[in-house]
């Protein structure tokens, strides 16, 4: 009789040391971590273990938590449920079971690239050149549409101007400047008279 007690006691004993230290299921004190790098612009939406969820808007190098601690010793699975429509992105250390020392979540975003350029009428000289920043296109004599070499980041702005003018034309832009959105940019104008 006496060693029935004493089984049931250290079975007791057992359970109560595994609860406080997290191992007996339920929430915990261990935040499990998200950095976010590369995100232009947008927001992505996560998930742990297909419950808690998690939306972070840009970069966040210094790290956002889930609303939900979780316990030493607990798996958790990281999942995208929703991508920026401005970036393709990546997780890193997605998975595994969380402790104070494997508790942060990598996710790397690639901004998507798009092209710039549109159309050009009446250029009859030779030596016109375009800029966008630091980028600049020679466009030939007689060329009724251009595309820059360079592409540009989802995002971001754009400003294409004349860098220099062609022989006996000169040469406006319209619609040149503007934000890089979800798809190519041919809408910019170059007019030469």
Same mark, same amino acid.
């Given at each position: 009789?006496?060693?029935?007690?004493?089984?049931?006691?250290? %079975?007791?004993?057992? &359970?109560?040391?595994? &609860? %406080?230290?997290?191992?007996?299921?339920?929430?915990?004190?261990?935040?499990?971590?998200?950095?976010?790098?590369?995100?232009?612009?947008?927001?992505?939406? $996560?998930?742990? /273990?297909?419950?808690?969820?998690?939306?972070?808007?840009?970069?966040?190098?210094?790290?956002?938590?889930?609303?939900? %601690?979780?316990?030493?010793?607990?798996?958790?699975?990281?999942?995208?449920?929703?991508?920026?429509?401005?970036?393709?992105?990546? $997780?890193?250390? %997605?998975?595994?079971?969380? /402790?104070?020392?494997?508790?942060?979540?990598?996710?790397?975003?690639?901004?998507?690239?798009?092209?710039?350029?549109?159309?050009?009428?009446? $250029?009859?000289?030779?030596?016109?050149?375009?800029?966008?920043?630091?980028?600049?296109? /020679?466009?030939? &004599?007689? &060329?009724?549409?251009?595309?820059?070499?360079?592409?540009?980041?989802?995002?971001?702005?754009?400003?294409?101007?004349?860098?220099?003018?062609?022989?006996?034309?000169?040469?406006?832009?319209?619609?040149?400047?503007?934000?890089?959105?979800?798809?190519?940019?041919?809408?910019?104008?170059?007019?030469?008279?």
């Amino acid at each position: 009789m006496k060693k029935t007690y004493l089984r049931s006691g250290a %079975a007791l004993l057992c &359970a109560a040391t595994l &609860a %406080a230290c997290g191992g007996g299921g339920g929430g915990g004190n261990i935040p499990l971590i998200v950095r976010v790098f590369g995100m232009t612009d947008g927001s992505i939406k $996560l998930k742990n /273990n297909g419950g808690d969820e998690l939306t972070v808007t840009g970069n966040a190098p210094n790290g956002v938590t889930f609303s939900q %601690a979780m316990a030493d010793d607990k798996t958790y699975n990281v999942t995208i449920s929703q991508e920026p429509e401005s970036a393709k992105c990546t $997780l890193s250390n %997605a998975s595994g079971k969380i /402790n104070w020392y494997n508790r942060t979540v990598d996710v790397v975003c690639q901004p998507y690239q798009r092209t710039l350029g549109g159309s050009i009428s009446g $250029l009859t000289g030779r030596g016109l050149i375009l800029a966008n920043g630091s980028s600049s296109l /020679n466009v030939e &004599a007689g &060329a009724t549409s251009f595309v820059f070499g360079e592409k540009v980041l989802h995002g971001l702005t754009y400003a294409v101007g004349v860098l220099r003018q062609p022989d006996g034309r000169a040469c406006t832009v319209d619609k040149g400047a503007g934000s890089v959105g979800a798809v190519d940019i041919t809408t910019v104008t170059v007019t030469c008279k």
